[in-house]
């Protein structure tokens, strides 16, 4: 047990050195945000899974290899579609809607359904299902479970001069789902279809805010991850199902290593709501002038934009008084 911990808190020690491979699954790992693409934004992302592999009675587990291929598509900047496939034969889609911009006084809101037309029913282990036996043998047909809608919220804010961590910036996505957010083991029972992430952006360190780390409970599983972003590429490295890890419930450690790649030139704007592919959003959350002004400990979005409008009107209002001051000379 204390072996498995440690290998757990190396991995994420040094994925600082990581970020540079083309590792992880981009966005939250398993959980969905309350952010969408930008309109006609187009997001390609291929994800490798490295996951327990079945045992006979004979051998000890090894790794299985697994992977994703997705495309995302923004539709009005209040949408977007993404079609799915992957390494166990299974296609499906994925859809949100954003019914709430984030804005000072609330949280990014999105519904969402995801594993849309997955072979895999509702309830994953249902033995008596008729087409049990189309699924059966995949060893994560939890995660395809078919019709699985959510509702999420995202909050972030921009915090400055913490103590020993400096400027920074955070996200904080609630929400609960049902069918693959509902897991069968006790913790994702103890949840009921609840799920959360944290994020967190040294922007200390990063000041081009292009590089964070971030824990969830995805509703069956706890996961950990780090994330590299430079320009329209994104990099992740992701440890999956720690828990059971850690409880001797299987063998080998659960990774996942991605690259998505975004492409805007058709895109109503250049960025998207989110941090690692939102570069103005950024550049105005870490700008000096923003920290200095006022916004103060824990402001979002809107009160850096009110204190760059508030410090502009105080420019205006010293400038027409010294005009006034020469036409009276005059």
């Known amino acids: ?25 981009l966005g ?3 959980v969905p945000d309350g952010f969408v693409m930008p309109a006609n934004q187009i997001a390609v992302n291929f994800a490798s899974y490295l996951r327990d592999e079945a045992m006979d009675s004979s051998d000890k587990a090894g790794y299985d290899y697994n992977y ?49 037309f997955s072979k895999v029913g509702t309830d994953a282990f249902d033995e ?35 103590k020993v961590l400096g400027d920074m910036q955070l996200y904080v996505t609630v929400g609960i789902g049902v069918n693959r957010f509902v897991g069968q083991r006790d913790l994702a029972e103890d949840f009921s279809g609840l799920f959360g992430t944290f994020e967190y952006y040294p922007t200390q360190l990063f ?7 971030f824990a969830e409970q995805s509703g069956h599983a706890i996961n950990l991850g780090a994330r590299y972003s430079w320009k329209n590429l994104g ?4 440890v999956i199902e720690i828990e059971e890890f850690i409880k001797d419930n299987q063998d080998n ?26 570069p103005n959003k950024d550049r105005l959350r870490t700008n000096q002038q923003i920290f200095e002004s006022g916004a103060g400990t824990g402001s ?28 009276e000379l005059d």
Request: aromatic share 12%; hydrophobic share 40%; proline share 2%.
């Open 1 to 25: 047990m204390r072996e498995k911990i440690l290998l757990i808190l190396s991995i994420l020690f040094c994925m600082n050195v990581l970020v540079a491979v083309p590792f992880g699954t």
């Open 28 to 30: 939250n790992i398993d």
């Open 68 to 116: 994703v291929i997705q495309a995302k598509y923004g539709l009005f900047d209040r949408a977007e579609i993404g079609l799915v496939y992957t390494g166990d034969e299974i296609f499906y889609v994925n859809a949100k809607f954003q019914l709430v911009r984030e804005s000072f006084e609330y949280p990014g809101i999105t519904i969402g359904v995801d594993n849309l």
């Open 128 to 162: 008596t299902h008729k087409d049990y036996h189309k699924w059966e043998d995949i060893e994560d047909r939890g995660a395809y479970e078919r019709n699985s809608f959510y509702v999420a919220a995202t909050k972030s804010w921009a915090l400055r001069d913490v």
């Open 207 to 213: 000041p081009k805010n292009n590089f964070s780390v």
């Open 235 to 238: 990099l992740q490295y992701s």
């Open 253 to 278: 450690l659960k990774m996942a290593f991605n690259i998505q790649y975004s492409l805007t030139y058709w895109a109503n704007t250049k960025t998207t709501q989110r941090g690692a592919f939102e």
């Open 300 to 327: 979002s979005i809107l009160d850096q934009i009110k204190a760059l409008r508030a410090e502009e009107l105080k420019r205006q209002t010293e400038l027409n008084d010294l005009i006034k001051e020469l036409e």
